[in-house]
């Protein structure tokens, strides 16, 4: 079954501090995956898909096929990283992850 | 250019009523996904419109319908709605069925009383 989990519900990390959302999905084929990023009363966003291999905001992903993860990092987070993450899955339609809470402590 | 633009932003029905959500996608972008918000359930897939055509349905009672128009305006519709209906709803646009990722609106916000 196609499933993605993203283990932790909330993170908690101080301004300046390496940031690691975890993301690891279940499917048989080649992913398509993508980072969302929702902003407290504001609608949800792409992030990144890692099939661009860019780095928006200073967040990177990358595809460990092997260990079937995608990783979101971001070596020094800022308080405005505070927000919702989701990762997700295509196949014909977005599979979610549950969702981590970041928070940026000052 | 514009956004994805969905209306109305708040709703309140009672439990039995029928309801209807709309959402105008990017201008171009012709692949209209729909989703449902919940805080127990997280994002689930409703169904995805392209070309006036339904590509794929998720694992929603049939209540859920929905429909495109030559636009590309999309309309969801849940009839007989149930308590359990109560969600954010979302509308997402993207040019095809990419890996380009989906634009979303800032949703309809269901509450069944």
């Known amino acids: 079954a196609q499933r993605v989990t993203q283990p932790e519900k909330l993170l908690s990390v101080f301004k300046g501090a390496p940031v690691e959302l975890k993301c690891n999905y279940s499917?048989?084929?080649?992913?398509?995956l993508f980072w969302y990023v929702q902003y407290s009363r504001q609608r949800l966003q792409l992030l990144l898909r890692h099939i661009s291999r860019e780095s928006i905001k200073g967040f990177t992903a990358d595809l460990n096929k092997g260990e079937t993860s995608f990783h979101l990092k971001k070596p020094f987070a800022q308080e405005e990283d505070s927000a919702m993450y989701y990762c997700a899955l295509f196949n014909y339609q977005l599979i979610w992850g549950a969702g981590t809470k970041l928070i940026i402590k000052p | 250019k514009a956004g994805v633009t969905q209306t109305p932003r708040y709703l309140i029905k009672t439990r039995g009523q029928q309801v209807t959500l709309s959402c105008s996608p990017i201008?171009?972008?012709?692949?209209v996904s729909w989703y449902q918000q919940t805080p127990g359930q997280g994002l689930q897939f409703l169904f995805e419109y392209f070309s006036e055509t339904q590509r794929n349905k998720g694992n929603f009672p049939g209540r859920f319908s929905g429909r495109q128009f030559s636009n590309s305006r999309s309309e969801m519709n849940v009839s007989t709605l149930e308590l359990g209906d109560s969600a954010l709803y979302l509308c997402a646009s993207s040019l095809d069925r990419s890996n380009y990722g989906y634009t979303f609106g800032s949703g309809t916000r269901l509450t069944v009383v």
């Open positions: 201008s171009g972008h012709r692949s």
């Open positions: 499917y048989s084929g080649s992913p398509e």
